[in-house]
């Protein structure tokens, strides 16, 4: 309570939200979709034209996703290499989600699954 008084709390993330979606990426999505809906609402000939724009701006969308997206891996990379604590704690839960105790059971009890 001190801390959040001291230095404020910060609401969460929504989960639908990537971790590499910025201000950049927000803005080429709405593009896209505003020239999306012109296209869909055009008659005649500015269909052609909307039609072009959208596929411009869908474009430049993949484009800015892609180059976050990198961005964020090396931001992530780098972090690792920072912070040695960190990297062997990654992989410490890497190693333990890829190795499955397996639990046996029986009817019996725990005792006669062992045997």
Excluded at 60 to 86: D, G, M
Aim: net charge positive.
């Amino acid at each position: 309570m001190a801390l959040d008084s001291s230095i404020g709390s910060r609401p969460p993330r929504p989960t639908e939200w990537k971790k590499y979606w910025n201000a950049d990426i927000a803005i080429a999505a709405a593009t896209r979709d505003r020239c999306y809906r012109r296209w869909r609402r055009a008659i005649g000939i500015d269909k052609v034209l909307w039609w072009n724009r959208h596929q411009e701006a869908v474009t430049i969308f993949r484009s800015a996703v892609k180059t976050a997206k990198r961005a964020s891996w090396h931001a992530y990379c780098h972090s690792l290499e920072v912070n040695f604590e960190k990297a062997t704690s990654k992989i410490k839960s890497l190693r333990r989600r890829h190795n499955a105790q397996h639990s046996f059971s029986h009817p019996d009890g725990p005792q006669a699954a062992a045997e």
